[in-house]
Structure formats: structure tokens, C-alpha cells
């Protein structure tokens, strides 16, 4: 969401929560918003809505925890999917090729971890050691999204182009080619990085292109 949203976003939180008899104040939406504002506002709308009709936790008025939970799964889920694209990947691109995931959080996190060729070097019989790693920063980020990342994840062979002079390869993409576009274009910028990260949320349907 952008500030622009968030007069809406108050309304139907403030719309929601009297229906639980809770009182939006306006510490509360602070709260709400600081947790849900890399959302796009229609999936905190849909979310709220679930919400409400939920006869389970329905009963209660729904947390930021809650709404995050129905707008992407559990963040077990997630980072369990996140990480079985990058094995794929791993298997069928290898760290030669530079690449582009459909998940922005997939490049944050692996560039914390040393890169892509670094993350393709371990032998079968540590990844599942990496995976533990990997899956542990990725649930980290799902509640502390990542002010930025890089755009591609650079491989062993633009490295050494980069240096000799030559031309560069474009990346390998992996998932859904609008996503992969947005997570691209939104890299390492402050400014369209945390809309990047929102949108490639909706748009991320598991299939690959690369792997």
C-alpha cells in the first residue's frame, strides 16, 4: 500500500474492528499499518473479509498476524516453497548463469547468504543445512521485509565478463515471468523495492521458466 491507502485502509480496519467491538484508535491503526503497509490494499480488504467469515477465529477480531497468515499461508509454507525453487534451481541452472527468482525475499536472502554461486558450491550432502539457514532468514523476512535487494542474483560467468569487458548474458528467470520482471526492476531502489516486494506476492504462481 502507499500512503495514499491508507484513509481506506483505516475506514474498513476501523469498519472491522467495531463489529468486534474494539475501538480503532489511532495507535491501533499505526500498529495495523506498520505490520500490513507492503500489502497491497484490495489483499488486506479480501484478508479482512476472510476474516470475518472464518467461524474459528472468526469469533475474534483479527490481528496483523491473522490477516498476514490469510493473504500468503503460513510463513512455514512460504519459506518451505521459496526454498524448493531455489533447489530446483540449483539442480537445473547452477551457479554458472546469473538468474532471476519471481520472489524478492528468495534474493535478500540469498545475498545475505554469499551469493548465488556460493549457495550452488555446497556439496548435496550440506543443503539441508542450507536449506535450514535459508528457510530461517526467509520467515524473518516475511515480517521484516527487507529494504532492499539485488535485482538478479549474478553467476560465475557475468563475474568473469564483467571483468574481461565482454557482453553479458541476460538472467535465467524462475517462476512467473511478471513477477520475475517486477523483482528485476525493483532491485537495490529504496523506493520501489517494498512495492516490488508487494506485488510479487500476488503475482508468484510456482511455475519455473529456468528449473
Known amino acids: 500500500m502507499t500512503n495514499n491507502d491508507r484513509k481506506q485502509f483505516a475506514t474498513e480496519l476501523t469498519d472491522v474492528l467495531a463489529v468486534y467491538g474494539r475501538e480503532a484508535s489511532k495507535g491501533v491503526l499505526r500498529v495495523y499499518w506498520e505490520a500490513l503497509k507492503h500489502y497491497d490494499l484490495s489483499a488486506v480488504t479480501e484478508a479482512l473479509s476472510r476474516h470475518t467469515q472464518n467461524p474459528d477465529n472468526g469469533q475474534f477480531a483479527p490481528k496483523p498476524a491473522d490477516l498476514i497468515k490469510l493473504m500468503g499461508g503460513t510463513s512455514n509454507d512460504r519459506a518451505l516453497i521459496a526454498w524448493a525453487k531455489v533447489s530446483r534451481a540449483i539442480g537445473a541452472v547452477g551457479g554458472h548463469s546469473s538468474i532471476v527468482f519471481d520472489d524478492a525475499l528468495i534474493h535478500a536472502v540469498i545475498h545475505e547468504m554469499g551469493g548465488w554461486p556460493a549457495i550452488c558450491r555446497y556439496p548435496e550432502s550440506e543443503l539441508k543445512f542450507v536449506a535450514r539457514e535459508f528457510e530461517n532468514r526467509y520467515r524473518t523476512y516475511l515480517f521484516h521485509r527487507p529494504q532492499n535487494y539485488p535485482p538478479k542474483l549474478v553467476g560465475i560467468a557475468e563475474m568473469g565478463n564483467v571483468q574481461a569487458g565482454f557482453p553479458i548474458d541476460p538472467p535465467l528467470t ?34 519455473s521458466h529456468a528449473a
Open 174 to 207: 524462475v517462476g512467473k515471468t511478471d513477477a520475475c520482471r517486477l523483482v528485476f526492476k525493483g532491485g537495490f531502489e529504496k523506493r520501489s523495492a517494498p512495492t516490488a516486494l508487494a506485488n510479487t506476492c500476488k503475482l508468484i504462481s510456482g511455475g
